[in-house]
T-cell receptor, first 109, second 113 residues
Framework: SQQGEEDPQALSIQEGENATMNCSYKTSINNLQWYRQNSGRGLVHLILIRSNEREKHSGRLRVTLDTSKKSSSLLITASRAADTASYFCATARFYRLTFGEGTQLTVNP | SQTIHQWPATLVQPVGSPLSLECTVEGTSNPNLYWYRQAAGRGLQLLFYSVGIGQISSEVPQNLSASRPQDRQFILSSKKLLLSDSGFYLC????????????FGSGTRLTVV
């Protein structure tokens, strides 16, 4: 079963704008991860935030985690056309990584 | 460096035929191994995971089975494919016991006709 739910399901922005995607989950977790999938391809790991962390940065990515609300957000700053992809949050609990349904991001040049 | 190999990239199989998808990992030992399936436009569904040779945990009862004959080899099988088995199958591995930093293979797109 899917634990995470992403919001919005689809997002279309102009190049240079920021993109924010949200993820909610239901049970306690060890960490939360974000992945990117280009059309028809495998998944690429973007960033991992542990349950005792509140914010993490990696290049143009910023992830926040609020365990009290069981939610996370992924911010992509200064978006580029190459950022067009599906983005998935995934919650890790012991050996299992459970994915949400994803957000389809389209960055228009 | 660690790499993961998954093949074939695409596969078209008739209903009732057998299936064998193979995944191998290089550059690490005793990885946790996973099989996921993705329906079109959807998220990933965990099918099986393995924390050691011969140790398989099934997440979803279905027409598929998995085996781990060697430390870095994970095989997904079916004796008789159903139309509903069509999808994008992804193999993944992680090292840390808590599932940190999964690495995914490039996937196999299976169409059952």
């Amino acid at each position: 079963s899917q634990q995470g739910e992403e919001d919005p399901q689809a997002l279309s922005i102009q190049e240079g704008e920021n993109a924010t995607m949200n993820c909610s989950y239901k049970t306690s977790i060890n960490n939360l991860q974000w992945y990117r999938q280009n059309s028809g391809r495998g998944l690429v790991h973007l960033i991992l935030i542990r349950s005792n962390e509140r914010e993490k940065h990696s290049g143009r990515l910023r992830v926040t985690l609020d365990t009290s609300k069981k939610s996370s957000s992924l911010l992509i700053t200064a978006s580029r056309a190459a950022d067009t992809a599906s983005y998935f949050c995934a919650t890790a609990r012991f050996y299992r990584l459970t994915f949400g349904e994803g957000t389809q991001l389209t960055v228009n040049p | 460096s660690q790499t993961i190999h998954q093949w074939p990239a695409t596969l078209v199989q008739p209903v009732g035929s057998p299936l064998s998808l193979e995944c191998t990992v290089e550059g690490t030992s005793n990885p946790n191994l996973y099989w996921y399936r993705q329906a079109a436009g959807r998220g990933l569904q965990l099918l099986f995971y393995s924390v050691g040779i011969g140790q398989i945990s099934s997440e979803v009862p279905q027409n598929l089975s998995a085996s781990r004959p060697q430390d870095r080899q994970f095989i997904l099988s079916s004796k008789k494919l159903l139309l509903s088995d069509s999808g994008f199958y992804l193999c993944a591995w992680s090292v840390e016991r808590r599932g940190d930093g999964y690495t995914f293979g490039s996937g196999t797109r299976l169409t059952v006709v």
